[in-house]
T-cell receptor
Framework: AQKVTQAQTEISVVEKEDVTLDCVYE???????LFWYKQPPSGELVFLIR??????QNEISGRYSWNFQKSTSSFNFTITASQVVDSAVYFC????????????FGKGTHLIIQP | DSGVTQTPKHLITATGQRVTLRCSPR?????VYWYQQSLDQGLQFLIQ???????AKGNILERFSAQQFPDLHSELNLSSLELGDSALYFC???????????????FGEGSWLTVV
């Protein structure tokens, strides 16, 4: 069975602070894919990143960075110099290469950036 | 804009009724997924279609059904609606069937269903 845990239900920081959203996953598959999605107050799910299990390189995209560590089954997401527009619910999701049952989502972390 | 189009965006209906949600996948995407997001259950996978055929089933109720048409658009039919069916229903699409090569799954803006 697959599982994604986002232990942080809600995080509140002041604008310009750095913030890290944690994601821990469980899967027995050796090939799998990890995703992060952003859900702003308007409700849509916005794709942020996909990471393959065989590629442990960390990735940076502007103020966003992701730290993938297979040893600890974690795929954490850091926002540097946060902005009010970053306020949203962020979901980590897992999909295994051997399964065809869609994405398994964590419960999400509600990020509040205060001006 | 993800390229996945869902209609209607909002829907209010009474218990016992039936509704149909429609989804147009991104151009070129053969795989369509349906998800339900509710406050108590979070984001739940319902069903996946690939090129017109059912590929995988998740936590989809028997009162719910879906299909994918030859033009690749998909419909999710919800019948005998109950108050607990009130949720945000997402359609998503990807370019190829899930497999070792993996693919990125893009979501539409969702259809808000309220059952009263």
């Amino acid at each position: 069975a697959q599982k994604v845990t986002q232990a942080q239900t809600e995080i509140s920081v002041v604008e310009k602070e750095d913030v890290t959203l944690d994601c821990v996953y469980e899967t027995r598959d050796t090939t799998y894919y990890l995703f992060w999605y952003k859900q702003p107050p308007s409700g849509e799910l916005v794709f942020l990143i996909r990471r393959n299990s065989f590629d442990e390189q960390n990735e940076i995209s502007g103020r966003y960075s992701w730290n993938f560590q297979k040893s600890t089954s974690s795929f954490n997401f850091t926002i540097t110099a946060s902005q009010v527009v970053d306020s949203a619910v962020y979901f980590c999701a897992l999909h295994s290469g051997g399964g065809a049952d869609g994405l398994t989502f964590g419960k999400g972390t509600h990020l509040i950036i205060q001006p | 804009d993800s390229g996945v189009t869902q209609t209607p965006k909002h829907l209010i209906t009474a218990t016992g009724q039936r509704v149909t949600l429609r989804c147009s996948p991104r151009s070129g995407d053969l795989s369509v997924y349906w998800y339900q997001q509710s406050l108590d259950q979070g984001l739940q996978f319902l069903i996946q279609y690939y090129n017109g055929e059912e590929r995988a089933k998740g936590n989809i109720l028997e009162r719910f059904s879906a299909q994918q048409f030859p033009d690749l658009h998909s419909e999710l039919n919800l019948s005998s609606l109950e108050l607990g069916d009130s949720a945000l229903y997402f359609c998503a699409s990807s370019v190829e069937i899930d497999g070792p090569s993996g693919n990125t799954i893009y979501f539409g803006e969702g259809s808000w269903l309220t059952v009263v």
